[in-house]
């Protein structure tokens, strides 16, 4: 209704109206309160249509005493010595708050009334009024007796209260907030959320069985428009509380406000609650049905107590009819996914980790509740997840401004960090609960209750439908990036649309020409539909007719298919994103596809020159897309690898739990088959970005490099490649951020993880030196680098066994750039990993302070000790994950200089090194920047020799010996620990009744110092094999040169390279290292062997008690089956030992740890380890003078002696897994020239 806000109402009736109020103000003056009530009753009418001064003279006739008595019974405490008031007495409290209520809600229209100190006062009542759904169910929970309860007169109340409140945080933001939180706002508006929610989701048949109870569907009609007003006006007030006096300025795609996470980590039910209200109006399936009808047969929205008249009407829209239609939903669901927005923003940060703790157990348990019969389940909501995942679908397949389409995507982003990559699958909950059968039972179910089925029902659907959105986007967005002066509209930023469309009401105002864009639409769809139907069968009936006439002419030729026989049938296995889904296919067409009303509502966001630089904009929304991406890629790959589960042994399953139900396979092959080829689509358009950086950074001369500030790596083909990406504007100077590259890495990284095959095409491998180079230098110390995202994929296509690994080895060993990188994030991990190591060695108890009790009492008091020492718990993990990048980067490096390619590496000719290892050496400089001049001037002298006289390969694998070193010296202790070990007599240290297994000296001594096997063991093969291989080039070149010259010349400048190249310190730290690991993978090699030998033992022992039971019962078990293997304990809880979960190593996660890479390293440490001994004397004095090498040499000499005089019996402590472990080939041999090479 039109409003005139300056002076009386300006309709025809302005006459009658002006008469009518002079009455109420005269009945309101009193005397009695019997005048007042009755002209409160009448006023409540006219104020809808009155002035603001009209407001005044009302507010002035009454008197703010008068009102503030009016709300007294809301003040009053449950209590057994006052009387109940009951009957008409209850009956009319209840009118005179609803009234009182209703002044203030027109009241508060004024700003400086709502910003005063008497509505202030009266908050927390309103809040009450709020929270418990109406003022009857205060006065009954307070003690009165209705007689009846009014849900229409109770949902107008909480609409008064509604407008008060956000009224007043409006006009007063500081003041109110503080009052608000004092009284648990976010509690109440939470409350207030979910029970609207649930009126306006309500399945049509429910809503109709609730206007039948509440007295026919006009009351219904008020109550849902009640809902739709208040759920607008209680969201406004959310964002005022999240958001303070900054509410409607804040950009969905800023970060979280402070506000924001203290408020959500304060109350983490609430927010949580508040989350799960909000989702389901973001995904109300009557929107969907809405489409097909207008909203509420677009009958006049009644009024409510008179309080829609004022900014309700304004916020409601004035024409939203039922709020659960299509236009009123959809106005709901663009407020929820910005509330939504600001919510899980904040509850990704440390401190709100409670409220996604809270949502995740919400999530589980609303999914729970539907495992329930079929009648009860079509009255429950569903998870809050589910939820948002049907309305982001329905946004995604329109054809929305792209401002919507970002914030549905950052939305999803931030959905997918709160409940796992698996909701991305769609349908899981769903499928779960259902027989095979039931889909067309629901569908059939949904649509008698006035809903069809959703198409994200499908699993599979939103993930395509996400993927291919992602593809779209990713492209323009990296095109921004590549272009970052373009200007661009701001309002193209998530929340601008929104921004610009509210107006400076109080509450919220979505643009509503959107709505009615949307609404037509829907209609032109149907249109285009039926017109599609008619031709359709037109074409049927044409090709029918044309086949019965070929049958009928003797052509035994098939007929034509019709124009519409390609499409799918509903339900069909391969579902192709939906028929061309809304938004997706047409998207690629351009921003030329976005409705002109999506349009203008866009200009208008930017009008008045609100613009921004297309750099700033892929800044602010391409981590969203880079995140979601990521999710995508682990969604598939979790969803490939439970296909996997799936085929196993379905004899031994018995029905799982409901929550394990979900890892059930979801993805048909043709779904699995669409999202990996979109996958490889999106990693070409990743790496022509990356293409397209490099070549800009080239072209600018000096910002260029991935030496640098975060580029690619010098040197990288700057040719651009066709694409949306590598079309750089050619005047314009472009320095991609290094955020953005790195994100881009770490989404191919995560690709090239579970689909390692993808990186042996050469495109792949010509550009993964680039992205292996990229790094930030401008974050922390050491900055981040692009290499430990791609080092999953690397290590598995580089990995023994795997199909093309000379491929894709070939081409990182022949680009320098890779090696420099994998050096450069070497240094890196060695600085962390020695800083941390030296505070552990001064507060993690020694092993000599345990000698006095057992292993498993020593395990027990480190495991007390890091407990117990926050510090020291933040060492260990800073230490584990530092040193699990050095393990990685090295078995990196030890798997691309395989025996083969080393060789041949070193046979290249010396001298063409020149300054390829430059960055490298940099990494050097860094690590030893602390020493001393002297040991900066030994690793100058190092880097000119090896550049003169190595080969490139082997000039690059120097500084990677140098920073090994480095580390090995902040682990020296251990080192010294592990070598002096006695490897063959402390195998059952721990003993069988400890309930550990055979542990060894070692895994004791590595738990005790937090140090993995496999970070040990990956250094000190690559710094040995890197050592061996050089000193063989020496001394290769040595004889070259003197054979050559004939003179001692030759000789001695061969000489003084080697001694500069590898200094006496450098040489004595590689072979303390190689020793301590040698020793160390001997004890656990035994303690692997002897652990195989119980498992036999007792499976024979088992086997033959079971096979005379079976004697002496005959016919006990059936003819073919057998007893059961008996369960082994191999150090863990299905592989992943306990000590790992707690996040400190213990014995049996150092065995574990052991398997697989560790024991490769182990092997070839051993021979190259000999080859070290055989050729220098300074290495074989120190493998000669470690008493764990000396145990091992008199081992091998007694095992040799003791078998020919037994004939070839064990004798002594040489028996069993310590002979087995004597005779591997690599350790005799070691062994071998330790003993009798040299004197």
Not at 384 to 396: D, T
């Amino acid at each position: 209704m039109p409003e005139e806000r300056d002076g009386a109402s300006s309709s025809p009736a302005a006459p009658d109206w002006n008469r009518s109020f002079q009455q109420c103000l005269e009945l309101l003056k009193g005397p009695g309160d019997e005048r007042r009530f009755v002209g409160l009753l009448l006023v409540t009418r006219l104020l809808p249509q009155g002035s603001d001064d009209a407001v005044r003279r009302v507010l002035e006739a009454l008197g703010w005493t008068f009102l503030q008595r009016l709300l007294l019974p809301l003040r009053r405490q449950p209590s057994a010595a006052a009387p109940a008031v009951a009957g008409d007495a209850a009956t009319q409290q209840a009118s005179c708050v609803g009234l009182a209520l209703s002044i203030l809600a027109a009241a508060c229209r004024l700003p400086d009334v709502a910003a005063g100190a008497e509505v202030r006062e009266s908050l927390p009542l309103m809040l009450r009024v709020v929270r418990m759904g109406g003022v009857s169910p205060v006065l009954t929970a307070a003690g009165a007796a209705l007689p009846a309860a009014d849900p229409a007169a109770d949902a107008a109340a909480v609409t008064d209260a509604l407008e008060c409140l956000v009224a007043a945080a409006a006009a007063s933001p500081a003041a109110t907030c503080a009052v608000l939180d004092g009284a648990d706002a976010l509690g109440a508006v939470a409350e207030a959320l979910t029970r609207m929610a649930a009126v306006l989701t309500a399945p049509a048949s429910a809503a109709a069985a609730a206007a039948g109870q509440g007295g026919g569907e006009g009351e219904g009609a008020v109550l849902e428009a009640a809902a739709h007003n208040g759920a607008l006006l209680a969201m406004s007030l959310l964002e005022r509380l999240v958001a303070g006096s900054a509410a409607g300025a804040v950009a969905p795609a800023e970060g979280p406000s402070g506000r924001a996470v203290a408020l959500v980590a304060k109350h983490p039910a609430a927010a949580a609650k508040a989350v799960a209200a909000l989702a389901q109006l973001m995904g109300n399936r009557r929107l969907l049905a809405g489409q097909a009808k207008p909203p509420g047969a677009q009958t006049e929205q009644p009024a409510v107590n008179g309080a829609a008249g004022g900014d309700s009407s304004a916020v409601g829209g004035g024409s939203t009819g039922g709020g659960g239609g299509g236009g009123g939903a959809a106005q709901l669901q663009l407020e929820a996914m910005y509330l939504l927005l600001l919510l899980l923003r904040a509850c990704h940060e440390p401190a709100a980790t409670a409220a996604s703790e809270e949502l995740r157990r919400l999530d589980v348990a609303s999914a729970a509740s539907t495992l329930q019969p079929q009648r009860q389940q079509q009255l429950q909501p569903g998870s809050w997840s589910a939820a948002v995942r049907r309305g982001l679908g329905w946004l995604l397949r329109s054809r929305v401004p792209p401002a919507l389409k970002h914030a549905a995507i950052e939305l999803a982003a931030l959905t997918v960090g709160v409940v796992g990559e698996p909701w991305l699958l769609g349908a899981g909950q769903a499928q779960a609960e259902a027989p095979a059968g039931a889909g067309a039972r629901r569908q059939a179910q949904g649509q008698g209750q006035g809903q069809s089925q959703v198409p994200d029902d499908q699993p599979g659907a939103f993930l395509q439908l996400v993927t291919e959105i992602m593809k779209i986007e990713l492209g323009m967005l990296l095109h921004d990036a590549m272009h970052p002066s373009r200007p661009v509209p701001a309002g193209a930023a998530p929340g601008g649309l929104r921004s610009a469309a509210r107006g400076q009401a109080a509450a919220p105002q979505p643009s509503q020409r959107l709505l009615d864009e949307l609404a037509q639409r829907a209609a032109k769809l149907r249109a285009e539909e039926e017109a599609a139907a008619r031709k359709a069968a037109e074409a049927a009936v044409a090709a029918g007719a044309a086949e019965t006439a070929q049958r009928a002419g003797g052509d035994g030729a098939p007929a034509a298919l019709p124009a519409s026989g390609g499409m799918s049938e509903p339900g069909a296995e391969a579902m192709d994103v939906e028929p061309g889904p809304v938004g997706v296919a047409s998207a690629a067409a351009g921003e030329a596809s976005v409705p002109a009303a999506a349009t203008a509502a866009t200009a208008a966001a930017t009008a008045g020159g609100d613009r921004m630089l297309a750099g700033e904009r892929a800044l602010l929304l391409l981590p969203a897309c880079y995140s979601l991406l990521e999710s995508c890629v682990g969604a598939v790959a979790a969803d490939a690898a439970a296909g996997d589960d799936d085929g196993g042994d379905a004899m031994e399953r018995d029905e799982p739990p409901a929550e394990l139900r979900r890892a059930r396979p979801e993805l048909s092959d043709a779904v699995l088959t669409h999202a990996m080829r979109t996958f490889h689509e999106v990693s070409d358009t990743l790496l022509e970005f990356f293409e397209a950086a490099a070549g800009a950074a080239a072209a600018g001369g000096e910002g260029g490099g991935g030496g640098g500030g975060g580029g690619a790596a010098p040197g990288a083909a700057a040719a651009a490649a066709p694409g949306p990406v590598a079309a750089a504007s050619e005047t314009e100077q472009v320095q991609v951020p290094p955020v953005l590259l790195l994100g881009a890495a770490r989404v191919l990284g995560r690709y090239f993880a579970e689909a390692p095959q993808a990186m042996l095409s050469d495109k792949v491998l010509a550009a993964l030196p680039a992205v292996m180079a990229v790094r930030d230098e401008g974050e922390g110390e050491d900055g981040t680098y692009a290499l430990p995202f791609l080092l999953p994929g690397l290590l598995q296509a580089t990995g023994d066994g795997f199909q093309g690994r000379a491929e894709a080895c070939k081409a990182l060993q022949g680009a320098p750039a890779a090696l420099e990188a994998c050096a450069a994030y070497l240094g890196h991990c060695v600085r962390r990993a020695a800083a941390a190591a030296a505070y552990l060695d001064g507060h993690l108890p020694r092993p000599a302070q345990q000698s006095s009790g057992t292993a498993v009492e020593a395990e027990a008091a480190t495991v007390a000790v890091v407990r117990a020492s926050p510090a020291l718990a933040a060492a260990c993990s800073e230490a584990a994950a530092a040193e699990a990048g050095l393990a990685d980067v090295c078995m990196l490096l030890c798997n691309l200089l395989e025996p083969a390619a080393l060789a041949a590496a070193c046979g290249r000719r010396a001298g063409t090194a020149g300054g390829v290892a430059d960055a490298a050496w940099a990494a050097v400089r860094r690590t030893v920047s602390g020493a001393g001049p002297a040991a900066a001037a030994t690793v100058e002298a190092a880097a000119t020799a090896s550049a003169a006289q190595l080969s490139p390969v082997l000039a690059l694998l120097q500084p990677a010996v140098w920073l090994v070193v480095r580390w090995a010296e902040a682990r020296s202790g251990t080192l010294q620990a592990l070598a002096g070990m006695d490897v063959l007599s402390s195998t059952r240290s721990g003993g069988a009744s400890s309930g550990t297994g055979a542990e060894c000296a070692a895994a004791q001594a590595l738990a005790a110092v937090q140090l993995a096997p496999r970070a040990l063991l990956c250094p000190a093969c690559l710094a040995c094999v890197a050592v061996a291989a050089t000193m063989r080039r020496l001394s290769d070149t040595a004889s070259a040169s003197s054979s050559s010259t004939g003179s001692e010349h030759g000789s001695s400048t061969a000489a003084g390279a080697a001694a500069a190249i590898l200094p006496p310190a450098l040489l004595e730290g590689v072979c303390r290292l190689a020793v301590a690991a040698a020793a160390a993978g001997a004890s656990l090699e035994l303690a692997s062997l002897q652990r195989a030998l119980d498992a036999s033992e007792a499976w024979r022992q088992t086997e033959e008690r079971l096979m005379q039971q079976a004697r002496v019962q005959a016919g006990s078990h059936p003819p073919g089956s057998g007893p059961a293997a008996p369960e082994v304990d191999m150090g863990g809880d299905g592989g992943v030992p306990e000590g790992v979960r707690a996040g400190w190593l213990t014995a049996a996660a150092a065995h574990a740890d052991f398997a697989g890479d560790a024991v490769l390293c182990w092997e070839r440490l051993l021979g190259a380890l000999a080859q070290v001994v055989e050729v220098s004397g300074a290495a074989r004095a120190l493998a000669r003078a470690a008493p764990a090498i000396q145990g091992l040499a008199a081992a091998a000499v007694a095992a040799q002696a003791g078998g020919e005089a037994a004939g070839r019996r064990p004798v002594g402590p040489v028996s069993g897994p310590a002979r087995e472990l004597l005779l591997d080939v690599n350790l005799a041999l070691l062994l071998q020239v330790v003993a009798v090479t040299g004197p």
